[in-house]
């Protein structure tokens, strides 16, 4: 399970073959952030065929509400939000391409069996450690819906930006196999 990988956006299967839960990612590039309310206009806007603030094909999306930048920094803590409040809206944005979610916390089945189908992971980013987070986006721009503050649409430019591999493309999750390795007594 161990093992750290490079990811930079836009990504294809190939890029997220060889994870493995269990695994730590290393991001680089562009990724978008969204939250609740951002997930049900960025769903009205695909069911009534209205133009989206980015075209989700490979993209990564942090579940992420920052808090203000402080003076200097380009954004402040930038903690993961829990994943499953997306869920409803998860298999759709799948459908249209996203490779790749971070987060924090399990997933529904359903979304864990639309990101088979669709060749996505699920990435876990460390709760509670959102400013040490924040120091590795460079770069920030709101692209969609302002009024919502910190849920806004965001742009992220960043660099070496940890997270680990939940789930992976052959359907295992961490969290599972974390509880069977305790069950079997902490036994590999």
């Known amino acids: 399970m161990t093992g750290i990988h490079r990811l930079r956006a836009p990504l294809g299967r190939e890029a997220l073959e ?13 990724m978008y952030t969204a939250r609740d309310a ?47 409040r997306m869920d409803p809206y998860t298999p759709k944005l799948l459908e249209m391409g996203l490779k790749a979610m971070i987060g924090k916390g399990r997933r529904s ?7 088979l189908n669709h060749g996505a992971v699920y990435l876990a980013a460390i709760g509670g450690a959102g400013a040490l987070l924040g120091q590795a986006i460079k ?10 503050g910190p849920e806004a649409v965001r742009r992220l430019t960043v660099e070496d930006f940890p997270a680990t591999v939940i789930n992976d493309l052959a359907g295992a999750d961490l969290y599972e196999l974390g509880r069977e390795k305790y069950a079997r007594g902490g036994a590999a």
């Open 18 to 30: 060889p994870l493995r839960a269990g695994n730590t990612v290393l991001i680089s590039g562009t």
């Open 38 to 84: 951002a997930h049900q206009r960025l769903i009205t806007a695909i069911e009534q065929n209205e133009d989206l603030p980015f075209d989700f094909s490979g993209q990564i999306l942090y579940y992420v509400g920052p808090t203000p930048a402080p003076p200097g920094r380009v954004i402040g803590a930038a903690g993961p939000t829990t994943s499953y």
């Open 109 to 115: 089945e359903e979304v864990k069996a639309a990101m």
């Open 139 to 148: 770069q920030v721009e709101i692209i969609a819906y302002p009024d919502l």
